[in-house]
Every structure is written in structure tokens, then in C-alpha cells.
């Protein structure tokens, strides 16, 4: 079961946001502020952080900001009552993967929850093997036999993606919030344009292809 910290000074908003975590899955560990999570973490492994931003004696993005300093890796879920552009250039400056607004919806939540694991599962694995082929994140690349074909990072991560769902249906939006994040102002043509290109590059792997379903988005499918 994947394990969230949870860090949230307010009582009643961290027992809400417990019970529906629970609910789609989760297990949870609850903080109470910056310093209570620091103490959980020295001792218990956790997959996501969901931090908020006020909390006394150590505020979120204090708390984010010394595990950046640590290396520490682990996607962080930011929220917050202030959802101006400077307060969200703020969290991510101190390392927060993405972003919510308070009054939380926790149906987005959960989105947000689920598009974050997704991009960790991809960093964390580093390497896919799809036949012959083999995608490699370090080095951004794509090998079959002799052949290394290098990619941009987010036709990389774009890729990847795909093939991690092999005949799983992306629409375009579901893309863009995958790969450009939620925030992105980029145009969904962009996803039209980095499938094209992947296309291109891999008209003639024998292993995989990238398909369009008409009217829902692309999937990936192995041959």
C-alpha cells in the first residue's frame, strides 16, 4: 500500500482529508506541523507529502526546502490558502511538485495525488525493456540493436508514459497535465506536435506504436 504523510495543522481539514485518502486506497501518517513530519520521515518511508503552507514552527515550504537541501526526492503536494502566481513561484522555488488551493477539492486531490506517483514511478524506474527496445531515462534515449535514438526530455517522459500503460486511452488534457503539469498554459496542439515527432523517429520499431483513437486522445500498443 502506498503510504502519503499527510502534514496539516488544521484538525478537522487533516481527519477529512485522511478519510478519503483512505477511502481511494492510501495509507496515511499524520503531522501536525514542519517539524512532526521531519520526525516521521527519520523513521518511516513514505511515497507522496501532501504539506500545507501555514503550519507553526516549521511552515511548508521550510519543510520542503530542507528536504530538497537533503536530497530527498519524494514527489511533495503543496497546499495552500493563497493561490496568487507569486505564492505558488514561492513553493516551487522551494522544491513542491505541485500545487492546490484551499477550499481542497478532494476529487482533484486525488488526481493530483495519482499524475504525481505516475511521474515518480517513471524517475524512480530509470529503464524499460519492450522487446528489443530499451528506454533509458538517464541518458534520454531509445535503443533497438545497434540504433540509439535520443530524445528531447519531454518526448522522453511523453513516451515513456505511454508505454508504461501499454492499450491504456490518454486524452490530450490528461497528457498535458501528465507531462506540462497542471499550471501549464502550453496549447494541447503541443501533445499533437511531440507525437508526431515520436512517430517519426519510431515509424519502423518493431516492438511498439503509437495510435490515435478518434475522438478520445493516443494509446500505445505493442506489436
Not at 508504461?164 to 503541443?190: A, H
Request: proline share 1%.
Amino acid at each position: 500500500m502506498l503510504r502519503i504523510l499527510l502534514a496539516e495543522d488544521n484538525t478537522e481539514l487533516r481527519h477529512l482529508m485522511k478519510i478519503r485518502l483512505n477511502r481511494a486506497g492510501y495509507d496515511v501518517v499524520e503531522a501536525g506541523d514542519g517539524l512532526e513530519a521531519l520526525d516521521i520521515l527519520a523513521k518511516t518511508q513514505v511515497h507522496l507529502l501532501i504539506v500545507d503552507v501555514m503550519m507553526p514552527n516549521m511552515d511548508g515550504c521550510e519543510l520542503t526546502a530542507a528536504l530538497r537541501s537533503a536530497n530527498i526526492d519524494t514527489p511533495i503536494l503543496m497546499v495552500t490558502a493563497k493561490g496568487g502566481l507569486d505564492d505558488k513561484k514561492t513553493g516551487f522555488h522551494a522544491g513542491a511538485d505541485d500545487y492546490l488551493v484551499k477550499p481542497v477539492d478532494m476529487d482533484e486531490m486525488l488526481l493530483h495525488i495519482e499524475a504525481l506517483l505516475r511521474r515518480s514511478r517513471i524517475s524512480r524506474e530509470k529503464e524499460m525493456v519492450i522487446g528489443s527496445t530499451v528506454l533509458n531515462e538517464d541518458r534520454l534515449s531509445v535503443t533497438c540493436g545497434a540504433q540509439e535514438i535520443l530524445l528531447r526530455r519531454k518526448e522522453f517522459q511523453l513516451l515513456f508514459l505511454l508505454l508504461s500503460y501499454k492499450g491504456r486511452i490518454f486524452t490530450r488534457q490528461m497528457l498535458m497535465d501528465e507531462i506540462w503539469g497542471y499550471d501549464s498554459e502550453t496549447d494541447q496542439r503541443t501533445v499533437d506536435v511531440h507525437i508526431k515527432r515520436l512517430r517519426e523517429k519510431f515509424s519502423d520499431n518493431a516492438d511498439f506504436s503509437i495510435q490515435t483513437v478518434r475522438g478520445l486522445g493516443y494509446k500505445a500498443v505493442e506489436k
